[in-house]
């Protein structure tokens, strides 16, 4: 089945500084992905749609400049947490869908912990 | 109007009894209803999905009833096992213009002791 990988897995960083996460699809095409924040014991929230070669979209209250996405290619997008701080620190979840084809389902990476000192 | 309600927040069942979790929705455009099941420190994992089409989908011990009259729908794990313990989280979307774009429930943490 399709399958979504994220890196890193867990990933710890100091106030101030950046981290990438990279999320790729290994056997699909994805021209859209999705990435979502969760704190422990709550539900997702859709932080942005990444669309491949454009510009993504973000959701209400989430800021561009700090959570800078880049979907470069059709197996790949990359979230950017800039000038990371104490309260960045969360649950990441990049999502993928094959195709468009309206049948096929959303498939969701294994996450990347963010923790920031 | 975007929201997805779900209920209850935690559940404990015994194992071979049957789980019931309950989602409602508001906006009547959501046509795709899946359902998730998440382990800690792992990322949500398809379950079972449904369209309004249709009022009920069963795959082996899972089952989606649907009524899109009362614009709510229910995950039945039948005969839950220990190994079923995780959260589970229902969610809507509108297909035709947000392309798989999911509006979450709350979750429900179900744990199933044996």
């Known amino acids: 089945g399709a399958v979504v990988s994220q890196h890193p897995s867990r990933v710890i960083c100091k106030s101030g500084t950046s981290v990438k996460i990279e999320c790729r699809s290994l056997d699909f095409q994805a021209t859209t992905m999705f990435w979502y924040r969760q704190f422990p014991k709550q539900s997702l929230m859709l932080m942005a749609t990444s669309n491949e070669g454009s510009k993504a979209t973000y959701e209400q209250g989430v800021e561009k400049d700090k959570f800078l996405i880049n979907h470069a290619s059709l197996t790949l997008s990359t979230l950017t947490v800039t000038s990371a701080h104490p309260e960045d620190s969360s649950f990441y979840i990049c999502s993928a869908k094959p195709g468009q084809n309206y049948n096929s389902p959303l498939h969701f990476g294994n996450g990347t912990r963010l923790t920031v000192t | 109007q975007q929201q997805v309600k779900q209920s209850p927040q935690s559940l404990i069942v015994q194992k071979g009894g049957i789980s019931i979790i309950n989602c409602a929705y508001e906006n009547t455009a959501f046509d795709y209803f899946p359902w998730y099941q998440q382990f800690p420190g792992k990322g949500p994992a398809l379950l079972i999905a449904?369209?309004?089409?249709?009022s009920e989908k069963k795959e082996g011990r899972f089952t989606i009833s649907f009524n899109k009259s009362a614009k709510q729908f229910s995950l039945h794990i039948m005969d839950s096992q220990p190994g079923d313990s995780a959260t589970y989280f229902c969610a809507a979307s509108i297909h035709g213009t947000s392309y798989g774009k999911l509006t979450f429930g709350q979750g429900t943490i179900l744990t199933v002791h044996p």
């Open positions: 449904i369209r309004p089409d249709v």
